[in-house]
């Protein structure tokens, strides 16, 4: 069974910088795509950003030009590095990490908490 923890939420003014990181434990290999969503009450969980391992990042509009994902395969990890935060980027943020194969399958980590103020 694969376990996604998150670190690196917290509070910040609008304007700052956080960086999520999302450690994959479990699976001797890595996942294909591992990324981002975020939700806050009420609203659908939403895309933030994925990235494929080995392939091209996939970015959310409200994401572009501010955040970045990366990873690093070899510690199945992956990266949000997020700038200029607007209070609108206040939600809870989750790791995914999909494993394509004879069986596809979808884990999700317990989710961090990103809180921005004006």
């Known amino acids: 069974q694969v376990q996604l923890v998150e670190s690196g939420g917290g509070s910040v003014q609008a304007g700052g910088s956080l960086r999520l990181s999302c450690a994959a434990s479990?699976?001797?290999?890595?996942?294909?795509?591992m990324g981002w969503y975020r939700q806050t009450p009420g609203k659908q969980r939403e895309l933030v950003a994925s990235?494929?391992?080995?392939?091209?990042?996939n970015y959310a509009e409200f994401a572009k030009g501010r955040f970045t994902i990366s990873r690093d395969n070899a510690k199945n990890t992956v990266y949000l590095q997020m700038n200029s935060l607007k209070q609108e980027d206040t939600a809870v943020y989750y790791c995914?990490?999909?494993?394509?194969?004879?069986?596809?399958?979808?884990?999700w980590g317990q989710g961090t908490q990103v809180t921005v103020s004006s």
């Open positions: 479990g699976s001797g290999s890595s996942a294909s795509v």
């Open positions: 990235k494929p391992s080995g392939g091209t990042a």
């Open positions: 995914r990490a999909l494993y394509l194969g004879v069986r596809t399958t979808t884990f």
